[in-house]
T-cell receptor
Framework: GENVEQHPSTLSVQEGDSAVIKCTYS??????FPWYKQELGKRPQLIID?????GEKKDQRIAVTLNKTAKHFSLHITETQPEDSAVYFC????????FGTGTRLLVSP | GAVVSQHPSWVICKSGTSVKIECRSL??????MFWYRQFPKQSLMLMAT?????????EQGVEKDKFLINHASLTLSTLTVTSAHPEDSSFYIC???????????FGPGTRLTVT
């Protein structure tokens, strides 16, 4: 089955800096890679996703890149703001999703 | 947009009792729903896939006799935690596939505390 690894587990940045979170996956059949932001006690919120036929996708300050050959994908957040502080999960799969272990992002003013 | 609700949002029960959690798709039909469990400061782990009109598919290591899943209609799936123990205390989240390929819509979650 699919296995998704995520790092770093924690990431502290200053407001305005960029943040990068990386994930690797094992199953070459996986073709959907979403990223979720989760605040304490809340449901995961989809912030961006990418499908296997695309190498990069951007939405304002957030971008995701996918390298199918190397089986890794990354989340890039530019101009970070304190409200970006949360736990971020990557996920991968075909019909069902396997989640990464999460990254706790702390953006300091 | 697609909305998934869960009920209750939180529940406290005594050890040995059973608890039922409902997951509803409010404005769309879902022949499939997914049940996840999330322990504090951990990731979401898929427990089972609920299929309308047929048996659920459980992930490896999940006890099907302990976590009973019923998907009796196109808008409702239920998870019953039977003979709950303190180690079953967790955040249970359901999701349903939306209209866009592969996307999932998550419910708000149910926090279960077993005393």
């Amino acid at each position: 089955g699919e296995n998704v690894e995520q790092h770093p587990s924690t990431l502290s940045v200053q407001e305005g800096d960029s943040a990068v979170i990386k994930c690797t996956y094992s199953d070459s059949a996986s073709n959907y890679f979403p990223w979720y932001k989760q605040e304490l006690g809340k449901r995961p919120q989809l912030i961006i996703d990418i499908r296997s036929n695309v190498g990069e996708k951007k939405d304002q300050r957030i971008a995701v890149t996918l390298n199918k050959t190397a089986k890794h994908f990354s989340l890039h957040i530019t101009e970070t703001q304190p409200e970006d502080s949360a736990v971020y999960f990557c996920a991968g799969g075909f019909q069902k999703l396997v989640f990464g272990t999460g990254t706790r992002l702390l953006v300091s003013p | 947009g697609a909305v998934v609700s869960q009920h209750p949002s939180w529940v406290i029960c005594k050890s040995g009792t059973s608890v039922k959690i409902e997951c509803r798709s409010l404005d769309f039909q879902a022949t499939t729903m997914f049940w996840y469990r999330q322990f504090p400061k951990q990731s979401l782990m898929l427990m089972a896939t609920s299929n309308e009109g047929s048996k659920a598919t459980y992930e490896q290591g999940v006890e099907k006799d302990k976590f009973l899943i019923n998907h009796a209609s196109l808008t409702l799936s239920t998870l019953t935690v039977t003979s709950a123990h303190p180690e079953d205390s967790s955040f249970y989240i359901c999701s349903a596939p939306g209209l866009a390929p592969y996307e999932q819509y998550f419910g708000p979650g149910t926090r279960l505390t077993v005393t």
